[in-house]
C-alpha cells in the first residue's frame, strides 16, 4: 500500500531536480565568463602606470654604484718611530685648525734636533775661522807679491841704466846682461808668487764652498726634523671631526702608521666603481649625476685611478653642491655617468615595461583599451627612454609591468 508523501519530502525532491538542471547552466555561465576573460582580457586603470610620449632631450649615462666621503680628509701619520702618550679627543668630537690631535714621544727627535744643532754651530765656526785664515794669507801673499813687485820695477829701472850706458860705451855688455838677467828672474818670481796666490786663493774657495755645502746639508737636516716635531704634534689642517684615532696609551707607533684622522663633514664628493667594460667612457671633467633617493645632485669627473682592480675602475665626482644637507659620510649612492646628450627626440618616463635599448613591444592607449605595438628603443636613463619608432608625441603608454598580457593584442580599460 503506498504511502502519502509529506510536503516537506515533496519540496526536496523538488529542490534535487532543480539543482540537476541548474548545475549544468551554472557551469556553462562560468565558463564563457572565463573563456570571454582570456580572449579579451582588461585591466583597472588604477592598477597601471601610464605616461605621455613628449618631445624633449635625454641625457644618455651608464650606471655605478658609489659612496659619499668627505671632500677633505686629512690622514695623520706617525713621523718617527715613536709612542703614544696623551690623547687629547675621542672619535667623533670636533677640533679647530692647529689643534693637537694626541701627543707622542718625541725625546729622540729632540736629541737628534739639539745634536744638529750643535753641528751646525761647530761647521759655522770651522767656516768663520776658514775665512779669517783666507784673508790672512791674502794679505800677506799680497804684501809679499807688492814686494817682488817693487824689486822687479827697480831691476827694470838698473837695466835701462846699464843699457843706456852700454849705448854711450861707458858700461860693458856683461853688467847690461847681468841685470837683464837678473830682471827676468825677478819677473819669472813675481809670476810665480801671482799664480801661488790665485792657487791657494782657489784651495780655500774650495774648502769654504765644501763647507757652505755641509751648511746647507746640515740645514736642511735640521729643518726635516723640525718638520717631523711638528708632525708628531699630529694637529689638524683644517677644522673638521675625529673619524679614527690611535687611542691605546703607552703603544707603540711605526714610521709611517697612521695615528687619526679628521674629517670636514661640512662638503662632500663621491666615490665611485664602474666595470672597466666602460673606461673608455670616463673623461675628467665629464658630467655626472649623484641620485639620493628622489635627489639628483650634478657634478663632473674629478679623479680616475689609474690602476684596475679586480675588473672595476674607481673614479671621483666633484659635486656643483657639495654642501648639500641629503649628503652623508660612507651613504651608497647610484652614479649616473652622461655620455651623450640627445636633443628633440620622443621620449617618455622610464619604467619596468622596458628592458634595455632595441626592439620590444609594449602597449598604447587608446580610448578604454591598449594595443600592442612593437617600438624600437634608443638611449635611456633612469628618469626616459628614447623611443626612435612607433609611438607619437602625445600618445599615452602603460609603463607598469605588462609581461602577463604581453602575448595580448589589445586589453580593455576599465
Not at 194 to 204: H, T, V
Not at 284 to 312: C, D, H, Y
Request: aromatic share 4%; with cysteine; net charge neutral.
Amino acid at each position: 500500500m503506498d504511502k502519502e508523501l509529506s510536503q516537506n519530502e515533496i519540496r526536496k525532491i523538488k529542490l534535487r531536480k532543480a539543482a540537476y538542471f541548474l548545475l549544468p547552466v551554472g557551469l556553462i555561465i562560468i565558463g564563457v565568463l572565463a573563456f570571454r576573460s582570456i580572449i579579451n582580457p582588461s585591466v583597472k586603470r588604477s592598477s597601471i602606470l601610464t605616461a605621455f610620449a613628449e618631445v624633449g632631450s635625454i641625457e644618455g649615462t651608464i650606471s655605478a654604484s658609489g659612496i659619499i666621503i668627505p671632500e677633505h680628509e686629512q690622514v695623520l701619520a706617525c713621523p718617527v718611530l715613536s709612542r703614544v702618550e696623551e690623547i687629547y679627543f675621542r672619535v667623533g668630537e670636533s677640533v679647530k685648525s692647529g689643534g693637537s690631535i694626541l701627543k707622542l714621544n718625541t725625546e729622540s727627535l729632540q736629541n737628534d734636533y739639539d745634536k744638529l744643532l750643535n753641528e751646525l754651530e761647530l761647521k759655522k765656526n770651522n767656516k768663520s775661522q776658514l775665512n779669517l785664515k783666507l784673508e790672512k794669507l791674502r794679505i800677506d801673499l799680497q804684501a809679499q807679491y807688492d814686494i817682488k813687485e817693487l824689486q822687479a820695477k827697480s831691476i827694470e829701472t838698473e837695466v835701462e841704466q846699464k843699457r843706456h850706458l852700454h849705448s854711450i860705451g861707458a858700461g860693458t855688455k856683461l853688467d847690461l846682461e847681468q841685470a837683464e838677467l837678473k830682471l827676468e828672474i825677478a819677473r819669472r818670481e813675481l809670476a810665480q808668487l801671482k799664480n801661488q796666490i790665485e792657487n791657494q786663493q782657489a784651495s780655500l774657495a774650495a774648502d769654504l764652498k765644501e763647507l757652505d755645502l755641509q751648511i746647507n746639508i746640515q740645514n736642511s737636516k735640521i729643518k726635516e726634523l723640525e718638520r717631523q716635531m711638528d708632525l708628531a704634534r699630529a694637529r689638524a689642517d683644517r677644522n673638521g671631526v675625529i673619524t679614527w684615532i690611535k687611542d691605546d696609551i703607552g703603544s707603540s707607533v711605526n714610521t709611517g702608521d697612521m695615528i687619526a684622522k679628521i674629517a670636514d663633514l661640512n662638503s662632500f664628493k663621491a666615490e665611485a666603481e664602474i666595470s672597466d667594460f666602460h673606461i673608455d667612457k670616463l673623461n675628467i671633467g665629464g658630467p655626472a649625476k649623484i641620485r639620493i633617493n628622489q635627489n639628483e645632485l650634478t657634478g663632473r669627473i674629478s679623479g680616475i685611478m689609474p690602476t684596475i682592480q679586480n675588473g672595476v675602475v674607481t673614479f671621483t665626482v666633484e659635486l656643483d653642491d657639495k654642501t648639500n644637507q641629503s649628503l652623508r659620510s660612507n651613504l651608497r649612492v647610484d652614479v649616473d655617468v652622461v655620455t651623450s646628450i640627445i636633443n628633440n627626440i620622443i621620449r617618455a618616463k622610464n619604467g619596468p615595461y622596458i628592458n634595455g635599448p632595441g626592439l620590444q613591444e609594449i602597449f598604447v592607449i587608446e580610448g578604454n583599451k591598449a594595443f600592442k605595438r612593437k617600438v624600437k628603443i634608443g638611449a635611456t636613463n633612469f628618469y626616459y627612454i628614447e623611443i626612435q619608432n612607433g609611438v607619437k608625441e602625445g600618445e599615452e603608454v602603460i609603463i607598469s609591468n605588462m609581461e602577463d598580457y604581453i602575448h595580448r593584442d589589445e586589453i580593455k580599460i576599465k
